[in-house]
Nanobody, 121 residues
């Protein structure tokens, strides 16, 4: 099983920046896509940004031009640089990883525990 540990959340004023990190660990795992999702109170979890092992990225329209997802494959770590933060970015941010594991190449999908990001006016 792949475990994900997130860090970097916190409280910031509108217009400020934060950087989230998520490190993955697990035996004989090949991680294909890593990414970030978020869930605000009373709302469904939504995609923020994803990145494949080859570096292809995908962003939600609401964060394009403000957020940047990157990845260090050697460290199995994904980052989310968040600039020009807005109050509507306030949410719990979850790291996600998908890939295969073991000699049977069984598919897996794992979630982190979530980290709170709060943007004040």
């Amino acid at each position: 099983q792949v475990q994900l540990v997130e860090s970097g959340g916190g409280l910031v004023q509108a217009g400020g920046s934060l950087r989230l990190s998520c490190a993955a660990s697990g035996r004989a795992s090949r991680i294909n896509t890593m990414g970030w999702y978020r869930q605000a109170p009373g709302k469904q979890r939504e995609l923020v940004a994803t990145i494949t092992s080859g570096g292809s990225t995908n962003y939600a329209d609401s964060v394009k031009g403000r957020f940047t997802v990157s990845r260090d494959n050697a460290k199995n770590t994904v980052y989310l640089q968040m600039n020009s933060l807005k109050p509507e970015d306030t949410a719990v941010y979850y790291c996600n990883a998908e890939g295969t594991t073991g000699i049977s190449f069984s598919k897996f999908g794992s979630w982190g525990q979530g980290t709170q990001v709060t943007v004040s006016f």
